[in-house]
């Protein structure tokens, strides 16, 4: 179920990114649109993660990490959940300017702010309550190191969240990262939500403390190891790639005809030219009757009456030289290992965007102009 979910939503969030830089590229930078575009460009992206969250449940993974600025990704989750707090809840945010970047796995720390957030709510119930969240640069000496688990000395970036709830005793402190773990009535909690945030400070090699007292203030910290490199610069603005100094014949199938639509317009765009099938047996009907007419045939994976698997045996079938990349919103292990031994080229992972067009189709550009 949840791989059904992933195919359907990605092959969404294909058509609403790849439309919205294709409208970026039209309107250029000054538009008072570009803004709006680029917000529906960010959403596309935590959408692309929360899809990847769903399918972790199912199945788990390795973080992957990669160099961000912690404060904009807890105001992303802040601003997402602002509306589904009870109206007497305020959120504070204290952010110091001089916070080191961080390695971390955005859809982790998504996650880990969320179960945070959600067990504050918890301990301050019905009345008026106060969520308080502060990033700043810490050192930790070895002194330090040695009375916090899972410390070692160094540079950390820590995010403290603090609610005026109530309080936890002695007893529950102990427990509070196991998982099962609950104090909430049956059928309420699960004792999951803070052993995950445990277990994902572990994987980004930091840790996560509380301190708290029956009645009063409870405090979590997460320790993120600081990144060594700091400078980096900032994402540009989605863009649409210049055109392809060797231009390829494409071959494009996907049972979704408004994907087929959009690949059609981004390729030719990067100055390639593409003959689109929403019907993969009319695709390879065309391929036999013309196959030396293309360089590159791009398929999806999941479609009816012809898998992608099945299209790219019939193509390779007649010219084994052709390279096939495969498209999916969702792919079994088990589906890696039937794509090497077709011979797939490469498999990319919807939602689709034109910077992985143009890396995917670099690779191939030497191959034509041989």
């Known amino acids: 179920m949840a791989g059904g979910i992933a195919h359907d939503f990605n092959n969404l969030l294909t058509a609403i990114r790849g439309n919205a830089d294709l409208a970026a590229a039209d309107v250029g930078p000054d538009h008072p649109a570009t803004e709006s575009l680029e917000e529906i460009r960010k959403a596309c992206v935590r959408a692309g993660e929360l899809i990847r969250r769903i399918m972790a449940f199912g199945r788990p993974r390795e973080p992957q990490q990669e160099l961000v600025e912690l404060h904009e990704i807890i105001e ?26 961080v390695y971390a796995d955005t859809g982790q720390i998504h996650e880990a702010i969320v179960n945070l957030t959600n067990n504050a709510v918890y301990a301050i119930g019905p009345r008026p309550g106060q969520i308080a969240y502060r990033l700043e640069p810490v050192h930790v000496d070895a002194r330090q190191a040695q009375g916090i688990a899972g410390l070692r000395q160094g540079h950390y970036a820590r995010l403290t969240v603090t609610d005026d709830g109530c309080g936890m005793d002695a007893a529950t402190l102990e427990r509070i990262f196991d998982a099962f773990y609950t104090t909430k009535p049956m059928g309420e909690g699960t004792g999951l939500g803070l052993s995950m945030v445990h277990g994902t400070m572990r994987s980004h090699g930091g840790t996560v403390t509380v301190e708290s007292t029956l009645g009063q203030a409870s405090t979590f910290s997460l320790y993120f190891p600081a990144a060594e490199i700091v400078d980096v610069q900032p994402a540009d603005r989605a863009v649409l790639p210049i055109a392809q100094a060797v231009p390829l014949r494409v071959l494009y199938v996907d049972d979704e005809a408004a994907l087929v639509f959009l690949a059609n317009r981004l390729l030719t765009r990067l100055g390639h030219s593409v003959v689109g099938f929403s019907d993969p047996r009319e695709a390879l009907a065309a391929f036999r009757a013309h196959p030396e007419s293309f360089d590159v045939v791009v398929t999806d994976l999941s479609m009816p009456e012809m898998s992608g698997f099945q299209l790219a045996r019939a193509v390779l079938a007649v010219r084994r030289d052709l390279p096939v990349l495969m498209t999916t919103g969702h792919m079994r292990a088990e589906d890696h290992v039937t794509a090497q031994a077709i011979g797939i080229r490469a498999v990319i992972t919807k939602p689709l965007v034109a910077d992985e067009w143009v890396r995917q189709f670099e690779l191939l550009s030497p191959l034509r102009a041989g």
Not at 76 to 100: C, H, I, N, Q
Request: no cysteine; net charge positive.
């Open 76 to 101: 992303e989750v802040l601003k997402l959940l602002r509306s589904t707090l009870p109206a007497g809840v305020a959120l504070k945010t204290d952010f110091a300017a001089a916070t080191p970047q």
